[in-house]
């Protein structure tokens, strides 16, 4: 999927939250609350991820069109202040229950899936995950100005 085989030079893409279950004696889950947010390409980017509780290990995937899933970051302790490949960081602030993704300057390439993804051992695999359809994320070209829509 390129820019010029859409409309309007579209891309877009639909997002979804993984829900982490711990296999412990409670249930632990992410959520990223916003449906769309829009910023102007090179301007900065939050995407919003809030959690139910407790004391797990962070991440944050992308999936970029035809491609496979890429751990952008990880949480797991110490600084929570966490930077990620190109550009993306993420801070874990346990008082709000939140792990933000944040990028100082969007781009036409960061047009793709996005995954906060929360569990209670690193080496736990996705069996007990949920998968829900939840955000949008897209840049368009309209009379010369871009934008990102997430």
Known sequence: LS???????VLSDHSA?????????????????DDHISVSEETSLELKCNYSSGNLYFFWYVQYPSQGLQL???Y??????????????AELKKNETSFHLRKSS???GDSAVYFCAASDTVTETAEGAE?????TLEFSEIQGHSSTCF
């Open 3 to 9: 820019a010029s085989s859409l409309p309007g030079h």
């Open 17 to 33: 939250a993984w829900n982490a279950l711990n296999r412990g004696t409670g249930a632990q889950s992410v959520t990223q609350p």
């Open 72 to 74: 952008l970051l990880r």
């Open 76 to 89: 797991s302790s110490g600084p929570t202040l966490v930077k990620g490949i190109k550009g993306f960081e």
């Open 106 to 108: 969007a781009h036409l």
């Open 131 to 135: 998968h829900k359809p939840h955000e």
